[in-house]
């Protein structure tokens, strides 16, 4: 069965539901699935997935929720060979914050870049201000990501 780890970083808790709620679809397509709140380098290097959905919010100014921090710097500080990684990424966020918009799950994605790990399609953003709910956006999001798999 293949495994599929989802992290998540969240304030509110918002970006656990939307973990929660895509966790049945990735089961019935057959994944294996744990939910990471507090990863660790090991979570994406010795210990990894063959799969791995970022579910990224948005505080502060553009900032990591504070659960994502330790493993941020980490990965700046030890730009670990993350070659083997293949991900996804929803960003959860809002864009009357103007520039800052999503700029956890951006920041996140371009930092496991430059460790080269690999992107699987287009990054998802969702915008507080268009969708009250973020799950309405991320099941068909998650849907079609699974067939392009
Ligand atoms: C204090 C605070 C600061 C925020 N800063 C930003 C920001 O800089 N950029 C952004 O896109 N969204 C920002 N947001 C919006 C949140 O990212 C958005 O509401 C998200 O859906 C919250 O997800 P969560 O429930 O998982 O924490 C902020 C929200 C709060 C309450």
New binding site residues.
């Given amino acids: 069965m293949p495994t599929l780890n989802i992290v998540v970083a969240?304030?509110?808790?918002?970006?656990?539901d939307v973990a929660e709620q895509v966790q049945p679809v990735f089961e019935q397509a057959g994944y294996d699935v744990s939910i990471l709140e507090s990863p660790s380098i090991d979570d994406v290097t010795v210990k990894a997935a063959e799969l791995t959905l970022f579910c990224i919010?948005?505080?502060?100014?553009?900032?990591y929720?504070g659960g994502l921090v330790p493993f941020a710097a980490a990965l700046k500080d030890r730009h670990p060979d993350l070659a083997n990684l293949r991900y996804g990424m929803i960003a959860?966020?809002?864009?009357s914050?103007g520039d800052?918009?999503?700029?956890a799950g951006r920041a996140l994605d371009a930092l496991l870049s430059e460790c080269g790990a690999i992107r699987q399609g287009e990054r998802l953003e969702?915008d507080?201000m268009e969708t009250f709910m973020?799950d309405d956006a991320a099941l068909p999001w998650v849907e079609q990501w699974i067939e392009t798999l």
């Fill in positions: 969240t304030v509110y808790g918002g970006a656990l919010s948005t505080t502060g100014s553009g900032d929720p959860l966020g809002d864009s914050y800052t918009f999503c700029g969702i507080a973020a």
